[in-house]
């Protein structure tokens, strides 16, 4: 066997022998490649960063909005999009792990959102997450692609109008 023979076998063990030790990886890549336009209908996950809709009282990820000119009377704005990956978990496991993850980056963008707000405006939070049904594979490693909308709701009155 010559020289370079022995090296890709290490390689390819040291790449194999890596596999079992994965850690739970996520990562934000920052963009959501969608555009939407009044009168567009979708999901929440997967509308565009300053779309403006009507959720209602209710928060159901699963339900189609339409989407609404933000010059007009409307309930929630879309503060925030992004899409990312989450690796190393399958099921309900991954769908917690997307769902911690979509949290969190909600969080500190929603802190600053609310900084420009009125003193005592009655808005909340919520984040809707895609399904991940995108399967991705990375190094190895099996992973599903999420969206996440993180939503201002208006609990007082409206946006807009």
Request: proline share 3%.
């Amino acid at each position: 066997m010559n020289g370079g023979g022995v090296l890709m076998a290490v390689a390819a063990a040291m790449v194999v022998g890596g596999l079992g030790w994965i850690a739970v990886e996520t990562a934000v890549t920052g963009d959501n490649p969608t555009t939407t336009e009044p009168g567009d209908s979708s999901r929440v996950a997967f509308l565009d960063r300053g779309d403006c809709f009507d959720a209602g009282p209710t928060f159901d990820e699963d339900v189609d909005v339409t989407v609404l000119g933000c010059d007009g009377s409307h309930d929630s704005e879309v503060v925030w999009t992004d899409s990312f990956d989450t690796y190393g978990s399958e099921g309900d496991a991954a769908v917690a792990e997307a769902r911690d993850e979509a949290d969190d980056e909600c969080r500190d963008r929603f802190a600053a959102y609310l900084a420009d707000l009125p003193a005592g405006a009655d808005v909340e939070l919520r984040p809707y997450l895609g399904d991940g049904s995108h399967h991705v594979r990375d190094h190895g490693a099996d992973g599903r692609s999420w969206t996440v909308a993180c939503v201002a709701w208006s609990a007082d009155g409206r946006f807009g109008g």
